[in-house]
T-cell receptor, first 115, second 112 residues
Framework: DADVTQTPRNRITKTGKRIMLECSQT?????MYWYRQDPGLGLRLIYYSFDVKDINKGEISDGYSVSRQAQAKFSLSLESAIPNQTALYFCATSDSRQGIVRGYTFGSGTRLTVV | DQQVKQNSPSLSVQEGRISILNCDYTNSMFDYFLWYKKYPAEGPTFLISISSIKDKNEDGRFTVFLNKSAKHLSLHIVPSQPGDSAVYFC???????????FGTGTRLTVIP
C-alpha cells in the first residue's frame, strides 16, 4: 500500500458543485500539505497543517477549504468548483522531527477536471 | 512571482552521457534546496538535497551543485539511463518556513 493515498485518482465535476479530495497517510508524519500543479507553473501550496489543530493557508487558498480529521487524514474541499480549478492536486506529508533533509512524501495525485 | 525557475522545459540526452538540469532562484534567504523526480501518473519523489552551507552533494549517479553567488543550482546525472526519463523539479525552502517553493519542472528524456 502507498504511504500517502489520495482519492479519487480522477474526477470530472460540473461548475458550481462541491467536491472533496481525500488524503490519508501511513507514515506517521505530523505535517500534511495540499498542492496543485498547473502546466508551466510547477507546484503551488494551497493549505498546510502542522498538526490536527493547526491549519494554515498557503499561497493560493482562495476557493478551497481543508479539514484535518486526524493526524493521518487531510481533506481538501472545493465549495463551488470553477473551471480554473482544473488541475492536478497532490497531497504531501513531512515529519517535523526529520527536518527538511528528506523533503516531503507525495501522494500519486488527483486529476480534477471542472466542466 | 516565481522564486524558483527552471528555464529549460525539456532536455534530451543520449544514454550513458551526462544530464545537467539547471535551476535559478531569486531569494537569497533560501537555505535548503531539493530535487524531485516525477513519473507520469505518480507523485513527485525526493531525489537529493543540499544545504546552503555546502556547494556539492553527491548520491550515487546524482550530484547537486550550488552556486550561491549566482543563485544557481544544477543536478548532474552520470551516466544517464533510460529509467531517468521523467520530469525533474527543483525546490527551495527557508528553514522554519512552511512552504517548499517549486520550479516549473524540466522533462528529461534519455534516449537509448
Amino acid at each position: 500500500d502507498a504511504d500517502v493515498t489520495q482519492t479519487p485518482r480522477n474526477r470530472i465535476t460540473k461548475t458550481g458543485k462541491r467536491i472533496m479530495l481525500e488524503c490519508s497517510q501511513t507514515k506517521g508524519h505530523d505535517r500534511m500539505y495540499w498542492y496543485r500543479q498547473d502546466p508551466g507553473l510547477g507546484l503551488r501550496l494551497i493549505y498546510y497543517s502542522f498538526d490536527v489543530k493547526d491549519i494554515n493557508k498557503g499561497e493560493i487558498s482562495d476557493g478551497y477549504s481543508v479539514s484535518r480529521q486526524a493526524q493521518a487524514k487531510f481533506s481538501l474541499s472545493l465549495e463551488s468548483a470553477i473551471p480554473n480549478q482544473t488541475a492536478l492536486y497532490f497531497c504531501a506529508t513531512s515529519d517535523s522531527r526529520q527536518g527538511i533533509v528528506r523533503g516531503y512524501t507525495f501522494g500519486s495525485g488527483t486529476r480534477l477536471t471542472v466542466v | 512571482d516565481q522564486q524558483v525557475k527552471q528555464n529549460s522545459p525539456s532536455l534530451s540526452v543520449q544514454e550513458g552521457r551526462i544530464s545537467i538540469l539547471n535551476c535559478d532562484y531569486t531569494n537569497s534567504m533560501f537555505d535548503y534546496f531539493l530535487w524531485y523526480k516525477k513519473y507520469p501518473a505518480e507523485g513527485p519523489t525526493f531525489l537529493i538535497s543540499i544545504s546552503s552551507i555546502k556547494d556539492k552533494n553527491e548520491d550515487g549517479r546524482f550530484t547537486v551543485f550550488l552556486n550561491k553567488s549566482a543563485k544557481h543550482l544544477s543536478l548532474h546525472i552520470v551516466p544517464s539511463q533510460p529509467g531517468d526519463s521523467a520530469v525533474y523539479f527543483c525546490a527551495a525552502i527557508l528553514t522554519g518556513a512552511n512552504n517548499l517553493f517549486f520550479g516549473t519542472g524540466t522533462r528529461l528524456t534519455v534516449i537509448p
